[in-house]
């Protein structure tokens, strides 16, 4: 797996996977008894017009790539979650031939959030 590959799974993966699993929890939330929260804010998404509904997709879309932009810098090491004296983090792909450094803290390998 290359770098590229690994974004390109974790936009459809992660990112749009959660938007689509979001809305539509707002849409109609889970479960027999939808915990009172998501209820309420399920009533006033579904009373939105379909232009403002569509804003709070675009916004749920954008929080979501946020989300992910900000876990892949601290993978690369763009944003420090420890000092770099402490140690490193890595993230690697391992196959049964081989093992492929994608990204670590201390700057080795491919710059994920660069490809997001």
């Known amino acids: 797996m290359s770098p590229e ?12 996977a959660a938007v689509n699993d979001l809305t539509r929890q707002l849409e109609k939330p889970p479960g027999r008894r939808p915990a009172p929260e998501h209820v309420q804010r399920s009533d006033w998404y579904n009373r939105l017009s379909e232009d403002d509904r569509a804003v709070v997709r675009a916004i749920v879309a954008d ?5 992910m932009f900000g876990a892949l810098c601290v ?3 763009a944003r420090a979650v420890h000092p770099p004296s402490e140690g490193r983090l890595e993230l ?17 390998g491919v710059a994920l959030h660069e490809l997001l």
Do not use: P
């Open 92 to 108: 690697s792909f391992v196959s049964s031939e081989s093992k492929t450094l994608l990204t670590a803290s201390d700057g080795a």
């Open 75 to 77: 993978l690369d090491g």
């Open 5 to 16: 590959n690994l974004v390109a799974s974790l936009r459809t993966i992660v990112i749009t």
């Open 63 to 67: 929080a979501a790539e946020a989300t």
